[in-house]
């Protein structure tokens, strides 16, 4: 079979090698993918280039396509392939709206009663900043299509949150993605992300992670597209996880299909865990990125079945399951990032003992380099959450490159909350 994984990160690097363990993956095609993804061929077609992407397709005979990033999702690239006549697995345009559209995702909670924080949409600045008056800070304010994760403000003071609207509204900060904004309640407590095969007809939730977003220790600095991920996450009860089954995830699969928008692919759900129970901050289309790097190594099943029997609606019909064990996915960047930061140097590694999904590298010259902000991650698999933390942070140290820069306390949440509930 000829496999085209659309992307070139380290969440597209670890569903290759996820798929290769199946032997009927004879050829995998990345687009575009990376230096370091040597069990692929990479093809260099921007993942946006929708019409190259499916004429590469054709004209290679590829049989399945699976599109991870978002772009290309929320552009329609699944109903380009499927005119085509080519299999993929992701979501269509129609369905990619719940993460394409912030405004058309908490309708569509409000519609059936998904809990989420309270909202306002607006397309008119003055309403907007009208509506801020009357609120108490912090004020959540969101602009409305993809913002390269940085559409999302938590302001402080009223203020803050006008200067958040304006700048989005009249300043075109996200460009046409600010031109409306959700503006939400502010919601507190530990924020949890599930990732979920679905077929439309049956859902299958993948074991939880936590992210790291933020670029420094103790969750200080700014907003990064993760930092490393822990599996599972100890807030996620089996009291929260059936709640969020029944409260959410079903009920997102049934109202996808009531809107004629029926999801097939990886639905991913960032939860905030409250006082009143699991809610919804933000649904994705696809796989998590670094959460995929964390998440896969779990996964005992046959990923290439899975992805084949959800985009044939027969989910139902295979096994996915998990390894009872824990993971850390740590990601090791390039000093500076999300800023500013330089490229070029050589990454090496002696002894490392996990798995590394690369990101950021180019190969030159036979030699790997890095070449963006997120360079790699590397992964480790342990019975304890402490064993795989520990391992991880080991491999950091053999892994090397100039300016590079990783968060100390990966996991640590995770730990101090396993710690709390043992001692109870
Ligand atoms: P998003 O891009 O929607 O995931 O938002 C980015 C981050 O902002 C989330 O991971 C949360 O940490 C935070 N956030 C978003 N919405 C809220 C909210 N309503 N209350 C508190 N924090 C939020
Ligand atoms: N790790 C967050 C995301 O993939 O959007």
Redesign the pocket.
Known sequence: MKIAVIGGGGREHAIIKKLKENPKAEKIYAIPGNGGMTEAECVPIKATELEKIVEFCRNNAVDFVVIAPDDPLIMGLKDMLNEAGIKSFGPSKAAAAIEGSKAFAKDLMKKYGIPT?KYEVFTEENEALAFIEGLTPPV?V?ADGPAL?KG?I?AETIEDAREAVHSMMAESRFGDSGKRVVI????TGP?VSVLAFTDSKTLIPMVSSMDH?RASDGDRGLNTGGMGVVAPNPYYTPEVAERAALEIFLPTMAAMNKEARAFKGCLYF?LMITAEGPKV??YNCRFGDPETQAVLPLLKSDLLEIMLAVEDERLSSVPVEFEDKCSCALVLASKGYPEKYETGYEITENGVEGEIFYAGVKRVDGRLKNSGGRVLAVTEVAPTLKKAVAAAYADAARIDFKNKYFRSDIGKRALDAIEKQTTF
């Open positions: 924080a959540v969101k994760g999302v938590i939400e309640e502010f919601l924020e977003k960032g901050i933000e």
